[in-house]
């Protein structure tokens, strides 16, 4: 069964900054763009970043400015660098293909939780 592995979520407070990891087959990586996703309790899973093979990037406004998304093709990994982070940043965060999702993909998630 074909999955991610996403890590380094975990509890910080307001302004801090979390570096999250997420390794992805090779097959699914070297042929994809690939974006990180939240989904909020109660609501629904959003795309908050993605990064083409090239390596340009596009984010959500609600992110923009404060997160950094970047791959290493080599690794077959992409990270979310979080930074200034705000309480309605407290969600689960999964990584996946972008912008449309490939549904057996779907990791477990790491869960980042920001304290005010």
């Known amino acids: 069964q074909v999955h991610v592995a996403e890590s380094g979520g975990g509890l910080v407070q307001a302004g801090g900054s979390l570096r999250l990891s997420c390794a992805a087959p090779?097959?699914?990586?070297?042929?994809?763009?690939m974006g990180w996703y939240r989904q909020a309790p109660g609501k629904q899973r959003e795309l908050v970043a993605y990064?083409?093979?090239?390596?340009?990037?596009t984010y959500a406004d609600s992110v923009k400015g404060r997160f950094t998304i970047s791959r290493d093709n080599a690794k077959n990994t992409v990270y979310l660098q979080m930074n200034s982070l705000k309480p309605e940043d407290t969600a689960v965060y999964y990584c996946?293909?972008?912008?449309?999702?490939?549904?057996?993909?779907w990791g477990q998630g790491t869960q980042v939780t920001v304290s005010s």
């Open positions: 990064i083409i093979r090239d390596g340009r990037t």
């Open positions: 090779a097959s699914i990586f070297s042929k994809n763009t």
């Open positions: 996946n293909v972008a912008p449309l999702p490939l549904a057996p993909l």
